[in-house]
């Protein structure tokens, strides 16, 4: 699926898409930002306390989506994204501030092919098991 680049200011585009994060009957819908960069998916603790996700007891520290180190901790949640829902483990932290979650290395580049064109501010998904029926 193709998906435009979000405006974030008149000069600044990002490649930020809706996604639905699930668990169990409940759900919601929220943004994230595609990050190659970002090791983890990582969402607002707050969304695993309203989908009713346990958390693992053991904390998660990491850099990079704050002003120092973020503590976190993992969590299973379904992602809807291009017509393709399916299970993974993220980090859920506190990162209200940036008003979406990040869409990392594990638990989504390794669920897609992405392709980006900055020029044209879009991003083109594609899951892999669609790919793989393909072929």
Request: hydrophobic residues 40%; contains cysteine.
């Given at each position: 699926m193709i998906y435009q680049y979000q405006e974030i200011t008149p000069k600044i585009s990002r490649p930020i898409v809706s996604i639905i994060l699930k668990h169990k009957d409940k759900f919601i819908?929220?943004?994230?930002?595609?990050?190659?960069?970002?090791?983890?998916?990582?969402?607002?603790?707050?969304?695993?306390?309203?989908?009713?996700?346990?958390?693992?007891?053991?904390?998660?520290?990491?850099?990079?989506?704050?002003?120092?180190?973020?503590?976190?901790f993992w969590g299973e949640v379904e992602i809807r994204i291009?017509?393709?829902?399916?299970?993974?483990?993220?980090?859920?932290?506190?990162?209200?501030?940036?008003?979406?979650?990040?869409?990392?290395?594990?638990?989504?580049?390794?669920?897609?092919?992405v392709k980006f064109s900055y020029q044209q501010e879009i991003i083109d998904i594609k899951y892999i098991e669609e790919l793989k029926n393909a072929n």
């Amino acid at each position: 699926m193709i998906y435009q680049y979000q405006e974030i200011t008149p000069k600044i585009s990002r490649p930020i898409v809706s996604i639905i994060l699930k668990h169990k009957d409940k759900f919601i819908f929220y943004d994230g930002l595609i990050d190659s960069g970002a090791d983890y998916c990582i969402f607002n603790i707050e969304l695993a306390q309203t989908l009713g996700i346990k958390l693992s007891k053991s904390k998660v520290s990491f850099k990079g989506v704050g002003k120092g180190k973020v503590r976190g901790f993992w969590g299973e949640v379904e992602i809807r994204i291009a017509g393709a829902t399916y299970k993974t483990t993220a980090i859920f932290a506190e990162i209200s501030d940036f008003g979406h979650g990040i869409l990392g290395q594990k638990g989504f580049f390794d669920h897609f092919d992405v392709k980006f064109s900055y020029q044209q501010e879009i991003i083109d998904i594609k899951y892999i098991e669609e790919l793989k029926n393909a072929n």
